[in-house]
């Protein structure tokens, strides 16, 4: 590794560049952060009560979300001429939905130690929540995302999967689709798949893998131990994601997320990048899981330039994760220390033939 203070690196797919510091030994005590809860008791939580029932629900926390009001100006304009707005501009009325997927009632622990059957459920129902929205045809994008510990900006303690419907694409995603579209064109080979073959082939940070995902810190890792959960199948869509494909990808965040226990149980973002809702996107997305602990504070050189610095380079989060591994918290690869699922494709349980 270089020897100066950053160590710049691009992201094959965005081409955005991230600074990794690799002048400093790891420090673990520095990074090791506890998730902080709410406090809720059953009686407090609203997840709790809300809606009535024992099992995985979806509770509608705003029927309409969003009101895209575009530029100062463009509100301007509209508000001066209500009667003819120009297409596109101003005040374009509300649209879209916040709504959250809730464990049973009093699930107040984490991912990692939830039951696997209420995981596949949960993620279940973000995969039917995706397939609606395309279905609906109303709203271009339907975000899913985990929040865990307040300093990850959780408001509940509750178990729970966040979604909303977005009107747009976000700009992250929107810089992944182009990305890969023009990665396809110029090498022939979704950027995705050869990320997984690539890390599984290196495993200098490769986490974990089983027949159907594999877990690695990507190369140009924009905050310390981020990790991406992909499937090895390529798939653009996560609301058609099979029942195999959703077991394994359940498997492996569960395990995955045990890892961070060496981090003292920090809060995190886990965050869904799927094919926009209204674009069809097949041969050149790759839909897949991000895991971001929350570890540090914002510093002046990114905001001032936009440039993601991260103080923990991947490789080293990949060696204190395994660490764990290889103490017993998995099993592990007899060679190179790396957790394995132990299922074939063919294992995982069959559901309604998706």
Same mark, same amino acid.
């Given at each position: 590794?270089?020897? @100066?203070?950053?160590?710049?690196?691009?992201?094959?797919? *965005?081409?955005?560049?991230?600074?990794?510091?690799?002048?400093?030994?790891?420090?673990?005590?520095?990074?090791?952060?506890?998730?902080?809860?709410?406090?809720?008791?059953?009686?407090?939580?609203?997840?709790?009560?809300?809606?009535?029932?024992?099992?995985?629900?979806?509770?509608?926390?705003?029927?309409?979300?969003?009101?895209?009001?575009?530029?100062?100006?463009? %509100?301007?304009?509209?508000?001066?001429?209500?009667?003819?707005?120009?297409?596109?501009?101003?005040?374009?009325?509300?649209?879209?939905?916040?709504?959250?997927?809730?464990?049973?009632?009093?699930?107040?622990?984490?991912?990692?130690?939830?039951?696997?059957?209420?995981?596949?459920?949960?993620?279940?129902?973000?995969?039917?929540?995706?397939?609606?929205?395309?279905?609906?045809?109303?709203?271009? !994008?339907?975000?899913?995302?985990?929040?865990?510990?307040?300093?990850?900006?959780?408001?509940?303690?509750?178990?729970?999967?966040?979604? !909303?419907?977005?009107?747009?694409?976000?700009?992250?995603?929107?810089?992944?689709? %182009?990305?890969?579209?023009?990665?396809?064109?110029?090498?022939?080979?979704?950027?995705?798949?050869?990320?997984?073959?690539?890390?599984?082939?290196?495993?200098?940070?490769?986490?974990?893998?089983?027949?159907?995902?594999?877990?690695?810190?990507?190369?140009?890792?924009?905050?310390?131990?981020?990790?991406?959960?992909?499937?090895?199948?390529?798939?653009?869509?996560?609301?058609?994601?099979?029942?195999?494909?959703?077991?394994?990808?359940?498997? *492996?965040?569960?395990?995955?997320?045990?890892?961070?226990?060496?981090?003292?149980?920090?809060?995190?973002?886990?965050?869904?990048?799927?094919?926009?809702?209204?674009?069809?996107?097949?041969?050149? !997305?790759?839909?897949?899981?991000?895991?971001?602990?929350?570890?540090?504070?914002?510093? %002046?050189?990114?905001?001032? *330039?936009?440039?993601?610095?991260?103080?923990?380079?991947?490789?080293?989060?990949?060696?204190?994760?395994?660490?764990?591994?290889?103490?017993?918290?998995?099993?592990?690869?007899?060679?190179?220390?790396?957790?394995?699922? @132990?299922?074939?494709?063919?294992?995982?349980?069959?559901?309604?033939?998706?």
């Amino acid at each position: 590794m270089a020897g @100066g203070l950053f160590e710049l690196r691009k992201d094959d797919i *965005t081409g955005w560049w991230v600074a990794v510091v690799v002048d400093r030994e790891f420090e673990r005590e520095r990074f090791k952060v506890r998730a902080r809860p709410l406090g809720q008791t059953v009686e407090t939580c609203p997840n709790c009560r809300e809606p009535e029932g024992d099992g995985v629900r979806v509770r509608v926390l705003k029927p309409h979300a969003f009101t895209v009001a575009g530029s100062e100006h463009d %509100g301007r304009t509209s508000a001066a001429d209500r009667e003819a707005p120009e297409p596109g501009l101003g005040l374009v009325g509300d649209i879209g939905s916040w709504q959250t997927i809730v464990a049973p009632p009093g699930h107040h622990g984490t991912l990692a130690d939830e039951s696997p059957a209420i995981v596949v459920e949960m993620l279940a129902r973000a995969r039917d929540a995706i397939a609606q929205a395309c279905a609906a045809e109303e709203t271009d !994008y339907l975000q899913v995302v985990q929040n865990w510990g307040t300093q990850a900006g959780a408001r509940t303690d509750h178990l729970c999967f966040d979604f !909303y419907d977005l009107p747009q694409i976000p700009h992250r995603v929107g810089e992944e689709l %182009g990305g890969a579209a023009r990665y396809l064109i110029g090498k022939g080979v979704c950027p995705f798949c050869r990320l997984v073959r690539d890390e599984v082939a290196g495993r200098d940070r490769l986490v974990f893998e089983d027949a159907a995902s594999v877990c690695f810190a990507p190369y140009a890792s924009r905050s310390p131990f981020e990790l991406w959960v992909v499937p090895r199948h390529h798939a653009a869509d996560f609301g058609r994601a099979t029942d195999e494909q959703l077991t394994s990808a359940a498997e *492996t965040l569960q395990k995955v997320l045990r890892l961070l226990a060496v981090l003292d149980g920090p809060p995190y973002n886990l965050v869904l990048h799927t094919a926009p809702l209204r674009q069809r996107v097949d041969e050149t !997305y790759h839909w897949h899981w991000e895991i971001h602990p929350r570890l540090r504070d914002i510093a %002046g050189l990114e905001l001032g *330039t936009g440039l993601p610095v991260n103080p923990v380079s991947p490789e080293e989060a990949v060696e204190e994760l395994l660490g764990e591994a290889r103490a017993g918290v998995l099993a592990a690869h007899e060679t190179a220390g790396i957790p394995v699922g @132990g299922r074939s494709w063919d294992a995982f349980p069959r559901g309604d033939g998706r």
